[in-house]
Structure formats: C-alpha cells, structure tokens
C-alpha cells in the first residue's frame, strides 16, 4: 500500500481502463521497513515509495509544499484541503487509499503529458527533489511531529505509467523517493535496530540508478507593503536557507497619489520592523530603502533577477491592479516565471467569489454576508444565526445626546520606536510637501502591536461600539471604533482573530450581541465583499462613472479650509490622524461629492491617499460603489445622498456651523440641503426607477416649481464656485 502519495488532480476513471503494464513494470523497488517509522509498526513490510506527480486543482498548477497532511490548512479549497480532495480523487480513480501529502522539497525539472478525462492532454511536470550534500532533505511532519529525512532513489524514464499496488489506478512515476529516520541516518554504522538498512543501501538496493542533483538558482519572494503577515504564502513556498526575499521602498508608490505622510509611515514603518524579523528568522532580505533611489516596485524587481538570477519570483496577490500588473510586466521582461500565490489572509479565494458571483443576477452584501456566516460558521447556533437574526444594523444608529460621548475609554496609543522614529524622518525629509502631519503618528506597526489593539478594542470599546458605530462628535475622532483597519489591511492583523476575539467577548457577556454582530459584519461580510468586487471587475471597474459625475476636486479636500463645519471637521481630522472612520467617510466627505457631482475618479485618488488604511482594492468599490454610487449599482442599490438632517441627527457637527441646517434655500442655507434635491432633481430619471428611492423622489414631485427653481440656481450658484 503506498502511504505516502500525491496524485494528479482531475484523475480520471478511464486510468483504470489502461491495459495491463508491460512486464518490465514488475521492477519497481518496494522496500521493507522493519522499524516503527511514522507510526508504523515493528517488523511490518511496507512500501516505502513516494510517486511524486504534478497536481492539478482546478485547472491550475499547485507546487508541492508543506502543509498539515490531515487538514491541509494552507490551499483550503470548498472547505476541503489539497489533501482531502486528493483522497476523493485518488477513491475515484480506484485507489483504496492514499495518504496526500506535499513536500516542500522539490521543484520543475521537465514537462511531460498524459491523457485524462474526456481524452484531454493534461499537462503536468516532472519534479525532482533538492538534497543537500549529504544527499538527505530534512522534511518535518506537521502531523505527527517526526522529523526525517527524503532521498532520491531515481528516477523511472523507462515507463509513461505505473500500476499502484493492485488498486487499479495507473500514475505517471516521476520521482521514486524513500524514507528514512533522520536519527538513522546520522548514525548509518549504528541503525535503531540491527536490521534497518542505511539510506545508502537502500539506494544501492534499487535497480534503477539515481541521478546527480541538479543545481537550482534560489527564488526570489516578493514582499510588498500591504502583506506583512507571518502566514504570507510566498514564504511558506520559499526556503530561507536557499531563497531570498525582495522589499522595496519607493517614492513612486508614495506619489501614485500624493500620499498623506502618515499612510507613507504607516506601510514603511511596518516593512522595516517586518524586514528585522525575517532576519532574525534566518531570511536574506535585500531591502532597498527611500535613500536608494529605485524608481519603482517593478525596477527594483529588475534589478534582483538581474543580480541574483532566480528561476521564479514568488508573491502573494497584491493588494492593487495596477501592482500586479507591473510586476508581471517585470518579470516578463527578464523571463523569469511569477508565480502569484492565494492569500490565505482571506476568507476567500478571488476564484470563490467569482463561483458565488456568477450564480446571481445582482450582488448584495448582506445575501453574501449569510452564506459567509453559515459557511464559515461563524456566530451560529446550529443553522441559525445568533440571536435568530442575521443583521441589528437598526440597534447600531445611536446618537449622542446633547452631553455627547461619555465613558469611553481613549484607544491605546503605540509610541514610536527608533525604527519607526527614523521613517518618520524619512517621510519628512523624502515627501514634505505631502498632505497631513506626522505629528500624531501611533498606529501599530507590528504584528504584536497589533494584537494589543485588537485586545484593547474588544476589552475597552467593542461593548459600546455597536449603539454609537455611526455617530461623530466635534474634537473626537475615533469614539468607540476599532482603529484595526490599517493593521488588517497591511497584515499584520488576522481577519479570524477578530472575529474570534468579538465571539468570545459575547459568549462571555462582555459585550453586546448587536455590537459583536456589527463588528463581525464589518470584516465578515464587508470587507470580504467589497476585495470579491474589485477583484471581479477590475480594470475596466476603476473608470465607472455611471452618474457622469464631472466637477474637479474642491480645493478644501486637502486642506479643510471650508466654512461647512463638518466638512471641515471630517477633513481636519483626516490631515491630523490620516483617518476617518466609515460614516464621516461615507456620509460627510462622500456625501458631498455625491451631491456636487465631483468626478469620481479624483475623488477615489484623493480616499486612496488620504488614509492610512487605504489599499486600492479595499478603497475603489467603497468610495466608487458605496459613496459615490458610480459603479452602475453593483456595490449599492441606492445612492448614499441625504441632507443635513441626517448630519444635524448623528452629530453636533451643526452646532455654531456658518450655515443653517434647517434652511433649503436663501441666506445661510446649508449646502447639504439644496445639494441633495438638486442632485435628486438631476438624476430624476435614473432613480425614479429604483424601488429603494420611491419615499425621496416622492417628497421631490411634491415640491412646487418655484421652490425647484430657487433650489437648482443655488445649488448651481455654489457649485461654480468651489
């Protein structure tokens, strides 16, 4: 029985219709193993061969590596590992079992191809495994915790195919690989027991004669700002005794957009701490900082295939189009392969939004956000949601009363160190003339710091998040809420570690059932939604203009110099902090370019540079889709427009403002009010048609010609003068 194999996804059941295998298949080595290796048993025959064969999952290559051989937790597809699909693929093909294992050990040595389902050519490759000098690689069990050792015992081209046992099932024998005890084969005169031959012997002991190993340029892994996770799949792909790993810092991405100084701190800051910790891990980091001079990610990636040579670059999905694009190009351009790799940060796979996507006419959160729960389990009794209700979005809308916030506990500041000190010279020095200041600067930039705030949010604030999410207050810009985004959005933070962390706090009964139910929404459904849409529409989603929105960007955006109180509140707090939490986002700065018509595209550059926590694919469908409703109604059913009711009801910001919220038109109206009808009244054909607008296009009709007049010459009055 062989124990240890992996099989060729998509194996089909015409394998076993292969005639019988020529007789000369009768020689391929079995060996007998009489020592307890791996659990097995004294005295007990096995065979102890590998058949290390491409595999395909979904049509797309996966390379061997290390994962958890019962549950696979790296490259978990439809909820199952590589290894369990394996199983199911390998009973299919008749094999009566395989245990599916991958092995970090080896790489591309030759193309082959061998005929499957529906008598396609399915290509698949030859690998070999790497051996050190000694002619063992140390290859560690997750399982069973037994560390031992793998050896080329040759490789078989005589045949195209190999009967496995009497099973049935017909593979391609690429590498036949024994096993033995690292133990062992350190003391190969003085066996475990007196039987167990040396590797050496057992080499010797099969008829097909090994090769020499063929020498292999190290790899390079591509680092980027926003993938800082311990879990990155391009280190888990990598080895550190052999590969190296490329970070880049340049100016280029700090002036894509013209950055506020605290997001260029914050993504640098933590790619220097990052950097120091894979050092110390035994990683060779080649880390070109501001003062080198590259001009962008994709030279500096040039420039270290040139230098190093590598035969693939491996990275994980970046967090934007346009660098996934360059970095292709780069590699491209020297003919080295890039191998872009699952973030497993995800709950989702870009792939598995898609499969979800294609089955529906329309795309709506919360219809995602329920299979999300059930799927993943999270926060359900059995198969209900907790509470018996999937969403208490309607016990999340408190305001303050006229005493405002009281009892919260201030978030827990992360004093720079020297490392994070001298980024922020660097910013000062590289990029003064960069919006914002860095003043303030005490966002976590670490992983550890990171899981302190996650631990001070859900002790401190989680219990009063929920009631108060949406509400704002003059002078106090982070209230109850979370401050994690910008240490989720660069990865120094799991999504599952809030969530878990928020369940936990409930079943505890250390907060609310609406306020958990929020937050777990927010990262659950939201964020996972929102990554799934720009992943499915991108390029072509970034030009959506769909209201045709057209009027430049308003000076005050970038310095707050405006006479709307809680424009200039939002804007202000932004230059200080880089941050804004999700209502002043969408509600005051998004709302006004909603109602003024400002072109989308400048809007959503100025939201991508504004924030610490933007990354394109979290910042596009939120600014283009949620606030602005310029994405033909694929992120929002309805425009987020009101007028400065809503913003008088959840906030003080009205309070000594220059203009009067309770005014439509004349003297000292506020511009949210005659905005938001004007804009209604523009658009009158589009949203007369949307169910969800029936109650404002109503009040709209109900207004006489008059005062329609009087609304549109003031708003177009103050529209041509921003």
């Given amino acids: 029985m062989i124990q240890n194999a992996i099989v060729m996804a998509r194996m089909s059941l015409r394998m076993q219709e292969l005639q019988p295998a020529p007789p000369q298949m009768q020689n391929v080595p079995v060996i007998h193993d009489p020592n307890p290796i791996l659990g097995y048993g004294p005295n007990r025959p096995i065979q102890r061969i590998e058949l290390l064969l491409a595999i395909y999952l979904d049509g797309s290559l996966h390379e061997p590596r290390r994962v958890d051989h019962v549950r696979g937790a790296p490259g978990v597809q439809d909820g199952r590992s590589p290894g369990e699909r394996g199983h199911q693929l390998a009973r299919a093909a008749g094999v009566v079992q395989v245990d599916v294992g991958y092995q970090d050990v080896v790489h591309v040595l030759r193309g082959q191809a061998l005929e499957g389902q529906r008598g396609e050519q399915q290509r698949h490759r030859a690998r070999r495994a790497r051996v050190d000098e000694s002619g063992a690689t140390p290859v560690y069990d997750q399982v069973g915790g037994v560390h031992h050792g793998a050896d080329i015992l040759g490789i078989d081209r005589r045949y195209s195919v190999c009967k496995v046992g009497n099973c049935g099932a017909w593979l391609h024998p690429i590498l036949l690989i024994g096993h033995h005890d690292s133990a062992v084969w350190q003391r190969t005169s003085e066996p475990r027991t007196g039987t167990n031959p040396t590797l050496r012997r057992r080499r010797a002991d099969c008829d097909i004669a090994p090769e020499q190993p063929m020498t292999r340029h190290p790899e390079i892994v591509m680092l980027l700002g926003d993938q800082l996770s311990d879990t990155n799949p391009a280190l888990a792909a990598a080895d550190p005794s052999r590969d190296r790993i490329l970070m880049v810092e340049t100016r280029a991405e700090a002036r894509h957009v013209p950055s506020h100084k605290q997001r260029i701190a914050m993504f640098l800051a933590g790619m220097r701490h990052r950097a120091e910790r894979l050092r110390e891990a035994g990683w060779t980091v080649d880390y070109l900082d501001l003062d080198q001079g590259c001009p962008s990610l994709a030279d500096g990636l040039r420039d270290a295939i040139d230098r190093h040579r590598p035969h693939r670059v491996l990275v994980a999905e970046p967090g934007e189009w346009r660098v996934e694009q360059a970095l292709k190009a780069a590699c491209g351009d020297r003919d080295v392969e890039l191998r872009i790799l699952d973030d497993p940060h995800f709950y989702l796979k870009r792939s598995e939004f898609a499969s979800w996507a294609s089955t529906r006419k329309t795309l709506v959160m919360e219809h995602f956000y329920r299979a999300m729960r059930k799927r993943f389990d999270v ?162 989603y970034a030009r959506r203009n769909s209201l045709k929105a057209n009027r430049p960007l308003p000076s005050f955006f970038w310095n707050a110099d405006t006479g709307m109180r809680c424009m200039a509140e939002a804007i202000g707090q932004t230059l200080e902090h880089g941050y804004a939490h999700h209502i002043q986002r969408l509600m005051i700065t998004g709302n006004f370019a909603l109602l003024a018509g400002i072109d989308p595209a400048e809007v959503c550059a100025w939201y991508l540079a504004i924030y610490v926590d933007a990354v394109e694919w979290v910042e596009l469908p939120n600014t283009l889709g949620m606030a602005l409703h310029a994405d033909d109604a694929v992120v929002g059913t309805k425009p987020y427009a009101a007028s400065a009711n809503y913003i008088r009801r959840m906030s003080n910001y009205c309070d000594g403002c220059r203009y009067r919220s309770d005014r439509r038109t004349g003297e000292g109206a506020c511009p949210f009010n005659f905005l938001y009808w004007d804009f209604l009244a523009r658009h009158r054909d589009v949203f007369g048609r949307n169910r969800r607008m029936t109650f404002p296009m109503r009040n709209l009709d109900r207004m006489d010609d008059e005062e329609m007049a009087r609304i549109r010459a003031q708003a177009a009055d103050f529209l041509d003068n921003l």
């Avoid at 198969?383 to 999937?390: A, E, H, L, Q, S």
């Avoid at 910013?427 to 976590?444: C, I, K, M, N, Q």
């Avoid at 985004?485 to 599952?496: E, I, V």
């Avoid at 928020?502 to 990262?523: C, K, M």
């Fill in 379 to 540: 926060f359900m009794n059995g198969t209900k949601p907790v509470g018996d209700r999937w969403n208490f979005d309607a016990e999340n809308r408190g305001s303050f009363g006229r005493e405002g916030p009281v009892h919260l506990t201030p978030a827990r500041r992360f004093e720079p160190d020297a490392v994070t000190l001298k980024v922020l010279e660097d910013v000062e020095r590289h990029f003064p003339d960069h919006p914002g200041t860095l003043d303030s600067f005490a966002w976590p930039v670490t992983a550890e710091q990171a899981r302190h705030a996650l631990e001070d949010f859900v002790d401190n604030r989680l219990p009063r998040f929920g009631e108060f999410q949406d509400a704002m207050w003059t002078g106090e810009p982070f209230l109850a809420h979370s401050l994690l985004s910008a240490a989720l959005n660069l990865k120094l933070l799991d999504p599952r570690a809030c969530v878990e962390a928020a369940e936990q706090a409930w079943s505890e009964d250390r907060a609310p059932l609406a306020a958990v139910e929020g937050f777990i929404r927010q990262i659950l459904g939201w964020r996972e939604f929102i990554r799934g849409v720009y992943w499915l529409l991108m390029p072509d």
